[in-house]
C-alpha cells in the first residue's frame, strides 16, 4: 500500500491547516489509519487516528484543536488543524494499520511550520 501525505506548510500560530493522506487501495480494507508527527529532534508520535467504522482517537494535545476524518469515496483521510502552536511544528506522516493489526507503510510525510 502506497501513502502520500499533503497539506503542509508555514503558517502563524493560532492558524490552520487540512492535511491529506491518499491511500492507493480501500480504506475499508484497513483496520485504522492514523496521523503520526516527529519534531526535530524527537521521536516519532501518534496525533489522532481513525477506524474503518469511523471511531476516532486523539492523543491529549490534538483533542478540541485537531479532527480526523476520512472520505471512503476518495480513499483519503483528512486532519484538520486548527489553533496551531509552535510546538505543532513537525513533519506529520500517516500510517495504515492492518486488519491484523499491524503497522503498514509510512506514506512521505508533510511539513508543517508554526511559526509564533
Known amino acids: 500500500v502506497q501513502l502520500q501525505a499533503s497539506g503542509g506548510g508555514l503558517v502563524q500560530a493560532g492558524g490552520s491547516l487540512r492535511l491529506s493522506c491518499e491511500v492507493s487501495?480501500?480504506?475499508?480494507?484497513?483496520?485504522?489509519l492514523g496521523w503520526h508527527r516527529q519534531a526535530p529532534g524527537k521521536q516519532r508520535e501518534l496525533v489522532a487516528s481513525?477506524?474503518?467504522?469511523?471511531?476516532?482517537y486523539y492523543e491529549d494535545f490534538a483533542e478540541g484543536r485537531f479532527t480526523v476524518s476520512a472520505d471512503n469515496a476518495k480513499n483519503t483521510v483528512y486532519l484538520q488543524m486548527n489553533n496551531l502552536k509552535p510546538e505543532d511544528t513537525a513533519v506529520y506522516y500517516c500510517?495504515?494499520?492492518?486488519?491484523?493489526?499491524?503497522?503498514?507503510?509510512w506514506g512521505q510525510g508533510t511539513l508543517v511550520t508554526v511559526s509564533s
Open positions: 487501495r480501500d480504506i475499508n480494507s484497513f483496520n485504522s
Open positions: 500510517l495504515a494499520v492492518s486488519l491484523t493489526g499491524t503497522p503498514m507503510n
Open positions: 481513525i477506524s474503518s467504522s469511523g471511531t476516532t
